[in-house]
């Protein structure tokens, strides 16, 4: 080949090579183009239609991100776990009357409906047994609260109360007035509730049963919290409830005391002192071994150090008190501290244990409040 033939094939072979290497690099160019996230690798280049060249797909979903929606998801249903914990909490506080006792020989077989109930009152009111007839208005109140229908749990204590106040059974009287003030208080009426519990303290002070009157104080410092007189619920429990059941040497109930006034502190975001007064409602429990009180305890102590950020040390209190809500088949209490601890592990990105715990919450979830919530 001659020489000036070798000159033009090479010139023409790397023009070819160029092209070649170029339509390479802008077909690289179009594809970083079309799909930066690079999923989409095969598409016509040449199309020219209507629509765009290519549809480009989102990026799949980290786990990351999954857990995160599912978290944020969950968080509207905290004060419905808070809500249940304070039925439940209201339930076991509920008292009953003397009355109840001498009215178990009607319930036998339990009235079914809302009508055998009214009838079975309105007869006993038409004989004039109000004895009779505010026992029985109080037991369906215990049921109805047990059901969670407060209105109508409500309406059962005032009839009851109406009927008690016919009778000489002072103590009754006192016990339906104690009960229509905690559920007041649920019910966030808080008018209500003061006016029913000072009428309970009134009948405490005149029997002289300094336990009553401390327990009464304990609720009307609560009371005046909600209320957001502080100073004065503080000054109730410390100057009047406290000493009142050291000299009684009620220690269970300085315990329920201790953590009354730590819940104060809380409503104040003053979780520094909180855990002070649980820290010794604690070692209290612990010395006279009333273990009832210690899941509540560690909940709390765990919640205000969740507050205040203090991670590490709030994950091994709420897994303690995991531990002591199990033994006591506490399921509600369970919810609530998985509910925690889930976001803990969120926030340290330990998504091995944040994925655990939200299955955990979801199956305690749907046992307690169904699959509908």
Not at 49 to 60: E, Q, S, T
Request: hydrophobic letters at 40%; charged letters at 20%; a neutral charge.
């Amino acid at each position: 080949m001659k020489l000036y033939q070798k000159s033009i094939f090479y010139t023409i072979l790397g023009i070819l090579v160029f092209e070649l290497g170029m339509t390479k690099v802008q077909a690289q160019q179009v594809d970083g183009v079309l799909d930066p996230a690079g999923y989409v690798n095969k598409y016509d280049t040449d199309f020219d239609g209507v629509g765009p060249r290519v549809y480009v797909l989102p990026a799949p979903r980290t786990r990351e991100e999954l857990l995160t929606d599912s978290y944020q998801e969950k968080t509207a249903f905290q004060d419905s776990i808070h809500r249940a914990l304070d039925l439940q909490q209201l339930i076991a506080e509920f008292k009953t009357t003397r009355a109840e006792m001498n009215v178990q020989y009607l319930l036998s077989p339990m009235p079914s409906t809302a009508l055998a109930w009214n009838e079975l009152v309105e007869r006993e009111v038409g004989r004039g047994n109000y004895n009779t007839a505010y026992g029985l208005l109080h037991t369906y109140a215990s049921l109805s609260l047990k059901e969670g229908t407060i209105s109508q749990t409500l309406g059962l204590l005032q009839s009851a109360l109406q009927h008690a106040q016919k009778t000489s059974n002072t103590s009754d009287v006192a016990v339906i007035q104690y009960n229509l003030a905690n559920i007041f208080l649920y019910d966030k009426n808080i008018q209500q509730a003061g006016y029913f519990q000072e009428a309970y303290y009134k009948t405490a002070v005149q029997q002289k049963n300094i336990i009553d009157q401390a327990n009464s104080l304990l609720k009307i410092a609560l009371i005046q919290a909600y209320d957001k007189d502080y100073r004065s619920a503080e000054n109730n429990i410390i100057r009047k409830a406290i000493p009142l059941l050291n000299r009684a040497k009620a220690y269970e109930q300085k315990i329920v005391a201790w953590q009354t006034l730590a819940r104060i502190y809380q409503l104040q975001n003053k979780h520094t002192e909180a855990q002070w007064f649980l820290i010794q409602a604690r070692d209290l429990a612990n010395s006279k071994n009333f273990n009832e009180e210690l899941p509540e305890i560690e909940y709390m102590l765990a919640s205000s150090k969740f507050v205040q950020k203090n991670y590490n040390v709030a994950k091994k209190e709420f897994l303690q008190a995991d531990e002591l809500a199990k033994s006591e088949d506490n399921k509600l209490l369970q919810l609530a501290i998985i509910d925690k601890l889930g976001q803990i592990y969120m926030t340290q990105s330990d998504f091995n244990n944040a994925e655990t715990a939200l299955l955990n919450y979801k199956d305690l979830r749907t046992e307690l409040f169904g699959k509908e919530q």
